[in-house]
């Protein structure tokens, strides 16, 4: 069984200004890491995905994440925020072998004010 | 490319009714995951359908139940509705193989008073 802990229920952050959204997992196997967004009154929408490779994963809109096998974290990041991304962040994980089958965090309110 | 759409959008109930949601998954995807989402809570999995069988389930009573039909659009019954049920129901479509992402639609609102 796989979890996912994000760290920050809400993370208040001005325009323009730098961004990291914390998202630990817990799990016995392998696994995949996604982040999805949220807006109000939406479904989710797929911003990054980690299979393997390379542990920097660069998604839409400009965030990007980093998979650290050792500190069992996957971060998202932005360097420089808008207003239009203000909404709620899930990260997810799920095992590499049910790929469809995701575990989500309770997620991270983004609030970009200007 | 048509998205995945669910309907209805919205949908209140009273405890003990039982209610059907539906789901139209995107073309060419074979696979349909049901996502229950409470208020300030992450989605939870409810089930999943791979070409009409389901194939994986979470931790939910068999209250909850699924089909999925042969064009792959999919219907999530919920029997003796409590309160507690009320949440957004995701649905997400995908094409079941490895590096296939889900591909959510809008969710169903359901209200249970």
């Known amino acids: 069984a796989q979890s996912v802990t994000q760290l920050d229920s809400q993370v208040p952050v001005f325009e323009e200004a730098p961004v990291e959204l914390r998202c630990n997992y817990s799990s016995s196997v392998s696994v995949y890491l996604f982040w999805y967004v949220q807006y109000p009154n939406q479904g989710l929408q797929l911003l990054l995905k980690?299979?393997?490779?390379?542990?920097l994963v660069k998604g839409i809109n400009g965030f990007e994440a980093e998979f650290n096998k050792s500190q069992t974290s996957f971060h998202l990041r932005k360097p420089s925020v808008h207003i239009s991304d203000t909404a709620e962040y899930f990260c997810?994980?799920?095992?590499?072998?049910?790929?469809?089958?995701?575990?989500f965090g309770k997620g991270t309110m983004l609030l970009v004010s200007p | 490319e048509t998205g995945v759409t669910q309907s209805p959008t919205h949908l209140i109930k009273t405890r003990g009714q039982q209610v059907t949601l539906r789901c139209s998954s995107q073309?060419?995807?074979?696979?349909v995951s049901w996502y229950q989402q409470a208020l300030g809570q992450g989605p939870q999995f409810i089930f999943q359908y791979y070409r009409e069988e389901e194939n994986g389930r979470g931790n939910f009573p068999p209250r909850f139940s699924g089909l999925q039909f042969p064009n792959y659009s999919s219907e999530l019954n919920v029997n003796a509705l409590e309160l507690d049920d009320s949440a957004l129901y995701l649905c997400?479509?995908?094409?079941?193989?490895?590096?296939?992402?889900?591909?959510f639609g809008n969710g169903t609102r359901l209200t249970v008073t």
């Open positions: 073309s060419g995807h074979n696979t």
């Open positions: 997810a994980v799920c095992s590499d072998s049910g790929y469809s089958t995701l575990t």
């Open positions: 980690y299979l393997s490779g390379s542990t």
């Open positions: 997400a479509s995908s094409r079941g193989t490895p590096n296939s992402p889900l591909h």
